[in-house]
Each structure stands twice: as C-alpha cells, then as structure tokens.
C-alpha cells in the first residue's frame, strides 16, 4: 500500500511538473516571437529544470541559441529533441540551419534532405529551398535550380525559394529569367528591400539605369538608415555619374 502511494505521488508530481514546465516554455515562446531572446532564454531554461524531456522545449533552445548566434549549443539542443522525437521533422530542418549558418554545406544537405523526404513533414518546401541555398553556396546552380522550382511547384508565394531562384539565375548567367523572377517577387511582397536591391542589381546587368535607380530609391525608402540603404546610395550616385 505504501509503494502504490509513493508511486502514485510521483507521478502526480511529475505531471505537476510537466504542466508548469509547459507554461513557461509558452512564455518563452511568447518572448522569442517578440524578439526578447534573452528573455526567451531565461524562461525556457527555468523550464528545462523541471521538465527537460520535452522535443518542443529543446527545440525552442535551440532556435532560442540560435537567435543569439551560439550555434554549438543550438545544434546540442536540436539533437536533444531528436533524440526524445526522432520523428520530428522541424528539429532536424532547424538543425540544418546551423550548419547553414556554419557553411558545413554537406552536413545542410544531408539534414535537409532526409526531412523533404519526411511524408509526414507539414512544410517540406520549406527543406527544399534550404537545399536550393546551400547547392547555391556550393556553386552548383542546376542542383539549386531543382531545388527551388521544387519548393516553388508546393508554395508558389514562398519568398525564400522565389529570391533564391533569381540569385540562382544571376549566378547562372541566365539574367532576363532572374528579372523575371524579381520583378514578380517584389510585387508579391513589395515592402522586401533587400528584393528591391537584388532586383537594382539585375537591372544594372542590363544597363537599365532608369530602373535601376528607381529600385534602389525604393531600398532607401523601405529601409532607411540601414547599411543596405547607404549601400543603394552609393550605388544610384555611381549610376548617375557614369
């Protein structure tokens, strides 16, 4: 009778336990989307300590240390909700980020591919123009291209695979394509600088001055103060005395 009353006490406090560790990795969440990431931090940790076998938490730390540009201990915590969810699909993609970040090509790769592979995976075109970026880094462009009109064919709006693409074609030399794609991104998402400057460039490939120097006033506008906009400055000045 005793053992069966020790046994059942833990187990209530361990779902005791559950219950308030979930509470504060819901409030770490809630300062991670607000960008408070030492905040963020400081709640999932505390959650950690009362109930560390939680695939959702570690993977909160790790996009959490990610955030704040400590890859190694992002990655720890990626692998740590793998190893409580082999199954789960979001670690493993988040994973291959770090080693995005950390130029491992390779070791991106072979995380992203085995999650776009995943049928149970609910945004495999998200895997696909992360593959599409790192064949693009590894400089083979027909990889990248197959890559990003994949993840393009599931989510035609994504703007990741749809800019990765125009690069890609940039890089390809294939300039009128790239245009193309730029020139549909920027009306799908017209408040993106960084498209603006990407589509600036191609224009100046083409020697199109005129639309040149509108794309890069829209950089400035759109991010004004921003080390990309004293960058679109510079250039429109140089379009303009030359």
């Not at 080693?99 to 999650?115: G, N, P, S």
Request: hydrophobic share 40%; proline share 3%; glycine share 4%.
């Amino acid at each position: 009778m005793t053992v069966c009353c020790v046994v059942s006490c833990a187990t209530a406090n361990i779902k005791v336990q559950k219950k308030q560790g979930e509470a504060l990795r819901n409030l770490g969440e809630e300062y991670y989307k607000q960008g408070d990431y030492t905040s963020a931090l400081k709640e999932l940790l505390k959650a950690q300590a009362l109930y560390p076998d939680d695939a959702f938490l570690q993977n909160d730390l790790g996009l959490t240390y990610k955030a704040k540009k400590r890859l190694d201990l992002a990655a720890k915590h990626f692998r740590k909700a793998l190893e409580i969810k082999p199954d789960y699909a979001p670690a493993k993609n988040n994973l291959g980020t770090v080693y995005l970040d950390k130029k491992e090509w390779d070791t991106a790769i072979k995380y992203f591919k085995e999650v776009s592979e995943n049928m149970l995976y609910a945004t495999p075109h998200i895997a696909l123009a992360n593959l599409g970026w790192a064949y693009y880094n590894k400089k083979e462009y027909t990889l990248s291209e197959t890559y990003y009109l994949k993840a393009l064919d599931l989510e035609p709006m994504f703007i990741n695979a749809q800019r990765g693409l125009g690069l890609t074609y940039v890089a390809m030399g294939r300039i009128d394509e790239a245009v193309e794609i730029f020139e549909k991104a920027v009306k799908n998402y017209p408040k993106f600088a960084l498209l603006y400057d990407d589509l600036a460039k191609v224009y100046v490939l083409l020697h199109d001055d005129e639309k040149a120097l509108d794309a890069y006033q829209k950089v400035v506008e759109l991010a004004p103060d921003s080390a990309m906009a004293r960058e679109a400055e510079k250039a429109a000045q140089r379009i303009k005395r030359y």
